[in-house]
C-alpha cells in the first residue's frame, strides 16, 4: 500500500517555491520529521511529514512552486497515518477537556438550581455550596440584609470593613481587598520561629553594620571624592543577616543556588560580611571604590569588575526587579524544558521603595503572576526615605504597594512592626491603635523616628485618650524602642519562612525599617541620611555604643575594622550557617560546557550565489537558523526570543516547529491550527514569545545569556527586534548585559534608516550601530550579503559559546529583497568580513583616476551600482569594498594608534584600515544605512582624503528610492557626490559633477536633511 503527502494548508499563500528537499527516495522517516523547505517572498518554513513510513519517490524538485494539496512524497509503506482531519497533537486532549468541562458545567447547573428558592426569602443569597452551617450564614445574612434597609449601604459597608479588619487581627483568611490594615500579615501566633542564636546573630550584625560604615568612612575620609552609601545598609541590615543566616543557598556540586539580586548602594553590606567570613581582606576593604590598582572593590555589585564576587548588575534603579522576575521565569522555562533539574531553587530581589517609582520595578510583576513564579521573592525596603526625602511624605508607601501587589495577584507579607508592638496590639481591644497606625502618614513615621520617645507619645499615642492610656506604663525609652518589622529578626524571618513556603504565586515582603538605622541625629532617619558618607567621632561612638561593637575609643578614633578571632564563636558560627546553607554569597562561578560550533560547511548554502532569487537578509538569517535547528549540538541551546514581531520577520515557522513557551501549555486550539504555522503553545516550547515588551524581552535575553553562570548551562539566545526598538529603547540594560557578561545574539531587524522604507521617523533607525558600539564588549555588524551574515554568525557561534569569549553580538538585518552574490573566492574574504571591510570588487578598465568606494549594509549596493556608472558613463575606475562594521574597523584603528603613540621608538603598526586602504589610489568616499558618524569613525586611520556620507535626520515614511534620494544616499548621488570629490582633489575638472548634479536633478540648495 502506498500513501501520498500533500502540501498542507500554508495560510494564504499560494506558489511558494521548494528551496530545499530534505529526503529522498529509499529513507525512513517519522511522523513530524522535515521533508522539505518551502519559501514565500517574506519567510521560509519546513513541512514536517503527517505521515512514517518509507519513502518511496520525491514528487518535487527544488525551484518548484507549490500549493495547498498539490503532491510532495509517495510512501511505499505508510506505518501511520495521522488522523484524516491533521489536528495538531493536543487537539484530542483539548477535546477531551472540553468535554469534561461541558459534563462538570451541567452538573453545576443541577447543583444551583437549589438556592434559587430562597431568594423569594432574603435578598441575599447563598452561593457557595461548601456551606458548613447554611443556618448560621442565614442568621448573618439576614442580619446585614437588616441593617441594609434599616441604616442602609453605608452602614452596612461600615460593619463589613470593621468585620474584615477584626477577622485579619485575628488571623483569620480574610475576602479579598486591595488593602489590609496598617499591621503585620502574619500574626504573632503564626510566626514559625528560628532555631538560630540569636544573641550571637545580633553580635554579628553588629559587626557587619560597623564594618560597613567603616569601609565607607575610611575610604572617604582618605578621599572625600569616592562617595559611598552608610544608610541604605544600615536601614537593610536584618533583612540581609536573616536571608544570610537561614535561606540563600549557595551554588555548589549538590545544588544550583538560590539567586540574590542585592540592592545596589547595600554593596558595602556585603562587603562587610564576607570579611567576616574571611573572604575578603582589610586591605581589600581600603580599596573600596578604588577598582583601578588590582584587589578594589566595586562601588556596586559590577561582575564586569568583580567577576567572582557579583552576580547581577543592580544598581541602575528598576533594573533588579525587572531582571529578578524575568530570571525566575528562565528558570521555569528551563525546568520545564528539561535542561536544569527542579530544585527549589529562589529568585530574591532586594529592592529600595523609593526605586518603586521606576516604570521598570512594577512594569513586569503581572508576568510574574501569570507565569505563577512562586520561586521568586521581592523583598522591598521600605525606610520610607529615597534620596532627597520621603518617598510618600502624604502617603504610606507600603499600602500603595500591597495594593498594586496584591490586584496583581501577589502574595503580599507586610512585616510592619517589630516584636515590642505585639502586647500593645493584642491590648488594642478598640481598635483605636490600629486606626491611629493606619491614619498617620509617612512623613510623620520618619519625623517619629530623627527624633525621640517623648516625641512619639505626645504626637502618636497622644493622638486619642485611648492610645495614650496604653503606653502610660512604659518610659519615654520603652517607646523608643518599639521597633520596626525590618529590623525584628523573629518577624523577619517569619516572613521569609512563609515565602519560601509560598506555592503558585510570587511573593512580595514589604518591609519596614529605618533609613540609617543606629547613625544617631546626623543620620538616622534624616532627609540628608543618604547623603551621609562622613560620621564625625561623636557618631562614630554613637554607632559603636548603639551596636555595642567591641572597640576602645581610640579605636573607634581610628575608625578600625573588627574582626574576631577566627576561633571565635561569632566566626565560627558565620562560618557554620554558611557552610550549612552550601557555601558563601554572593559568588559567581560557571562550571558550563562549551557549545561545539557547527562545522563551516553548515552554513555552505549561503555561500553560493542566490541567482535570480532575492531575499532580505532577515530571511537569510531565518533560513540559518531553520539550518541550526537541524543540528544536534545546537538546536536545544537556541532561545529565540521575539516581543510580537514573529510574522514581521517571517519567523512564524518556528511556533510549530519548535513551539512557543507557554508554562499551562495550550489550553485552546488555536483558531489557525489546521495551518502550517499554526500557533502552538508548549510546555516545553523553545521560543520566548515576550509581547509588546522589549524591556521584558532584553531581561529575557540577558538571563538566557548568563545562563552559563546561573544555571551552569551555556545557552544561545537570539533576541530579534526592530532595530530601532532595541538599543535606543533598552539601552540600560543592554549596558547591564555587557557588565553581566552576557553572551548571545541581538539582531536588529528592519534597520537602516531609508531600508524600513514605509514606516517613519519613529521607526527609522539610523544610529543603533553608534549607540551599540558605546558598550566595550559588543561586537557589532552591519553586513549585506548572506554570506557576510553566516561568516559572522558562525564566528559568534565560535567566540562566545565555544571559546567562552565574554562578548555579544549586534548584527543588523534588514527587509530589502535582492539578489545574493556568491561568496568572493580570495582567501582573505572571510578573515576581512571578521575585521570590517573587505575589497569585493574592482573597476580597473581605463586606469586613468581611482576613487576608493566603501559601503555598508543595504548602501553598499548602491555604491555598487554607482560605481558601475562611474565607470562606464565617465571612465572612472574604483575599489569598492563591503565594510561589514565600521566599529570594528575603528576599535582596531584606535588600538594601533594607541600603541604607536606610546612606543614612539618601534616601528610603527599599521591598523587594518591603513592595511586595506593604504597602498590604494584616489580618494575614500564611504556611505551606510546610518548616521554619516558611523562611516566618519574610521577617517582618523587613514591619511588619504576622506568623505563621509549617510542619512542624519529624522526619518519619514516614503518609498526607499525617494527616501535614499532625500539623504543623499542613493547611486545617483553617490555618482555626483564621488565626481565632486574627485575634482576637490584636482583629479578631474569640476565639470562632470555640475553635469551629474543636473542631470540626476539634485538641488544643490536644498538644506541639509536633518534641518528637515
Ligand atoms: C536609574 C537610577 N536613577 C537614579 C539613581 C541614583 N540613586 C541612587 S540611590 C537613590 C535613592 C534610592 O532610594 P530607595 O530606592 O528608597 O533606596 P534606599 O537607599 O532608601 O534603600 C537614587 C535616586 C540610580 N542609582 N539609578
Ligand atoms: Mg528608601
Known amino acids: 500500500m ?12 499560494k506558489n511558494v517555491e521548494v528551496i530545499e528537499i530534505l529526503v529522498k527516495p529509499g529513507d525512513e522517516i517519522k511522523e513530524n520529521d522535515p521533508i522539505v523547505t518551502i519559501e514565500s517572498d517574506k519567510s521560509s518554513v519546513e513541512i514536517p511529514s503527517t505521515i512514517s513510513g518509507k519513502v518511496e519517490s ?83 445574612l439576614e442580619s446585614l440584609s437588616a441593617v441594609i434597609s434599616k441604616d442602609g449601604n453605608q452602614r452596612a459597608h461600615f460593619l463589613i470593613k470593621e468585620l474584615i479588619n477584626k477577622a485579619y487581627r485575628e488571623g483569620a483568611n480574610i475576602p479579598y481587598t486591595q488593602n489590609t490594615p496598617y ?45 559611598g552609601h552608610i544608610g541604605t545598609f544600615a536601614s537593610a541590615a536584618t533583612l540581609y543577616d536573616v536571608g544570610m543566616n537561614h535561606f540563600w543557598r549557595a551554588k555548589n556540586n549538590k545544588f544550583g543556588g538560590d539567586l540574590v539580586y542585592f540592592q545596589g548602594h547595600s554593596a558595602p553590606g556585603m562587603y562587610a560580611r564576607a570579611f567576616l567570613e574571611g573572604r575578603l581582606t582589610e586591605k581589600q576593604l581600603d580599596n573600596f571604590r578604588q577598582e583601578v590598582k588590582t584587589d578594589g572593590l566595586s562601588s556596586y555589585p559590577h561582575p564586569w569588575l568583580m ?66 513564579l512562586d520561586n521568586l521573592i521581592f523583598v522591598i525596603n521600605c525606610n520610607l526615605q529615597r534620596l532627597d526625602g520621603p518617598v510618600r511624605g502624604n502617603g504610606k508607601i507600603i499600602q500603595e504597594l500591597e495594593g498594586s501587589f496584591r490586584g496583581a495577584g501577589w502574595n503580599v507579607i507586610k512585616v510592619i512592626w517589630g516584636s515590642y508592638w505585639d502586647s500593645l496590639l493584642a491590648n488594642d481591644k478598640t481598635g483605636q ?76 515582603i514589604i518591609a519596614k525599617t529605618i533609613k540609617g538605622y543606629g547613625m544617631g541625629k546626623t543620620g538616622e532617619s534624616v532627609n540628608t541620611t543618604h547623603q551621609t558618607k562622613k560620621l564625625d567621632v561623636d557618631d562614630l561612638m554613637y554607632y559603636r ?36 546553607l552550601g557555601g558563601f554569597l554572593p559568588e559567581r562561578s560557571t562550571f558550563a560546557k562549551p557549545i561545539k560550533a557547527p562545522s563551516k560547511d553548515i552554513f555552505d548554502f549561503m555561500k553560493v550565489s542566490t541567482g535570480e532569487k532575492e531575499m532580505s537578509t532577515t530571511m537569510a538569517l531565518v533560513r540559518m537558523l531553520t539550518n541550526l535547528l537541524r543540528d544536534k549540538n545546537i538546536s536545544p541551546r537556541l532561545v529565540p526570543i521575539i516581543p510580537d514581531e514573529a510574522r514581521t520577520f517571517g519567523m512564524e515557522g518556528f511556533f510549530q516547529k519548535i513551539g512557543i513557551y507557554a508554562h499551562e501549555g495550550q489550553k485552546y486550539e488555536p483558531e489557525d491550527a489546521a495551518q502550517l504555522s499554526s500557533y502552538r503553545e508548549d510546555k516545553s516550547g523553545q521560543v ?92 557589532t555588524y552591519d553586513p549585506t550579503f548572506h554570506y557576510e551574515l553566516a561568516v559572522i554568525f558562525r564566528e559568534g557561534l565560535r567566540r562566545m559559546h565555544e571559546k567562552k569569549e565574554n562578548v555579544f553580538y549586534y548584527i543588523t538585518t534588514m527587509n530589502e529583497n535582492y539578489s545574493h552574490p556568491e561568496m568572493p573566492k580570495d582567501k582573505k574574504c572571510e578573515e576581512g568580513i571578521l575585521k570590517g571591510m573587505y575589497k569585493i570588487k574592482e573597476f580597473n578598465k581605463y586606469k586613468k583616476t581611482k576613487i576608493q568606494l566603501l559601503g555598508s549594509g543595504t548602501i553598499l549596493r548602491e555604491m555598487i551600482s554607482a560605481a558601475e556608472i562611474l565607470q562606464n558613463d565617465y571612465q572612472i575606475d574604483s575599489e569598492i569594498w563591503s565594510v561589514t562594521s565600521f566599529n570594528e574597523l575603528r576599535k582596531d584603528g584606535m588600538e594601533v594608534e594607541r600603541y604607536n603613540l606610546l612606543n614612539p621608538d618601534k616601528e610603527p603598526k599599521k591598523s587594518y584600515v591603513e592595511q586595506c586602504l593604504g597602498q590604494t589610489e584616489g580618494p575614500i568616499m564611504a556611505a551606510s544605512d546610518y548616521m554619516r558618524m558611523n562611516s566618519d569613525q574610521i577617517r582618523p586611520y587613514t591619511n588619504k582624503s576622506f568623505y563621509s556620507l549617510g ?30 570629490i574627485l575634482a576637490k582633489e584636482q583629479l578631474i575638472t569640476s565639470k562632470y559633477a555640475k553635469d551629474a548634479i543636473k542631470k540626476y536633478k539634485i538641488d544643490s540648495n536644498k538644506p541639509m536633511p536633518t534641518k528637515l
Open 545 to 580: 555604643d548603639r551596636f555595642d561593637v567591641p572597640l576602645t575609643d581610640e579605636q573607634v578614633r581610628n575608625i578600625e575594622y573588627f574582626r574576631p578571632d577566627e576561633k571565635s564563636p561569632e566566626i565560627k558560627y558565620i562560618k557554620e550557617r554558611r557552610l550549612k
Open 433 to 508: 491603635l490600629v486606626k491611629i497606625m493606619n491614619e498617620t502618614v509617612d512623613g510623620e513615621y520618619q519625623a517619629m523616628k530623627a527624633r525621640d520617645g517623648a516625641y512619639v507619645r505626645e504626637k502618636f499615642f497622644g493622638k486619642h485618650p485611648v492610645t495614650s492610656e496604653l503606653v502610660s506604663s512604659l518610659s519615654d525609652k520603652d517607646i523608643w524602642r518599639l521597633n520596626r518589622g525590618g529590623h525584628d529578626p523573629h518577624k523577619v524571618f517569619a516572613a521569609y519562612d512563609k515565602a519560601i513556603k509560598t506555592e503558585g504565586r510570587p511573593t512580595v
Open 58 to 140: 520525491v514528487e518535487v524538485k527544488v525551484g518548484d512552486k507549490v500549493s495547498e494539496g498539490d503532491l510532495l512524497l509517495i510512501f511505499s509503506s505508510p506505518s501511520k497515518i495521522s488522523s484524516e482531519i491533521n489536528l495538531p497533537k493536543d487537539s484530542e486532549n483539548i477535546i477531551k477537556q472540553a468535554e469534561a468541562k461541558i459534563a462538570e458545567k451541567k452538573e453545576k447547573k443541577i447543583v444551583a438550581k437549589e438556592p434559587a428558592k430562597e431568594k423569594e426569602e432574603s435578598s441575599i443569597q447563598i452561593i457557595n455550596g461548601a456551606d458548613i452551617d447554611p443556618q448560621e450564614t442565614q442568621d448573618w
Open 688 to 779: 520566548l514569545e515576550e509581547g509588546i515588551t522589549e524591556a521584558g524581552a532584553m531581561s529575557s535575553w540577558i538571563a538566557a545569556a548568563t545562563a552559563y553562570t546561573n544555571h551552569d548551562i551555556e545557552m544561545i539566545p537570539i533576541y530579534i527586534f526592530y532595530s530601532m526598538f532595541g538599543f535606543q529603547r533598552v539601552g540600560d540594560l543592554a549596558w547591564a548585559a555587557g557588565d553581566s557578561q552576557a553572551r548571545g545574539f541581538l539582531i536588529g531587524a528592519t534597520a537602516g534608516r531609508t531600508t524600513l522604507a514605509g514606516e517613519g521617523l519613529q521607526h527609522q533607525d539610523g544610529h543603533s550601530h553608534l549607540v551599540a558600539s558605546t558598550i566595550p564588549n559588543c561586537v
Open 951 to 980: 542619512a542624519d535626520g529624522f526619518g519619514r515614511s516614503d518609498t526607499r528610492k525617494n527616501l535614499r534620494k532625500f539623504f543623499e544616499v542613493d547611486k545617483e548621488h553617490l555618482v555626483a557626490y564621488g565626481l565632486s
Open 2 to 13: 502506498s500513501e501520498k503527502l500533500l502540501v498542507p494548508d500554508i495560510g494564504e499563500f
Open 183 to 227: 499591621i503585620n500579615t502574619i500574626p504573632p501566633e503564626a510566626e514559625v520561629k528560628s532555631n538560630g542564636d540569636q544573641n550571637i546573630e545580633r553580635r554579628i550584625r553588629s559587626l557587619i553594620r560597623w564594618n560597613a560604615a567603616a569601609m565607607v568612612v575610611r575610604a572617604n575620609k582618605k578621599f572625600p571624592e569616592l562617595g
Open 307 to 372: 567577576p567572582k564576587f557579583w552576580q547581577f548588575p543592580t544598581v541602575s534603579m528598576g533594573l533588579g526587579p525587572m531582571l529578578a522576575i524575568y530570571q525566575a521565569r528562565y528558570m521555569k522555562y528551563l525546568i520545564n524544558r528539561g535542561l536544569i533539574k527542579d530544585e527549589g531553587r529562589k529568585v530574591w530581589a532586594f529592592l529600595g521603595d523609593g526605586e518603586m517609582d521606576e516604570p521598570e520595578s512594577m512594569g513586569a510583576i503581572g508576568l510574574a503572576s501569570r507565569e505563577k
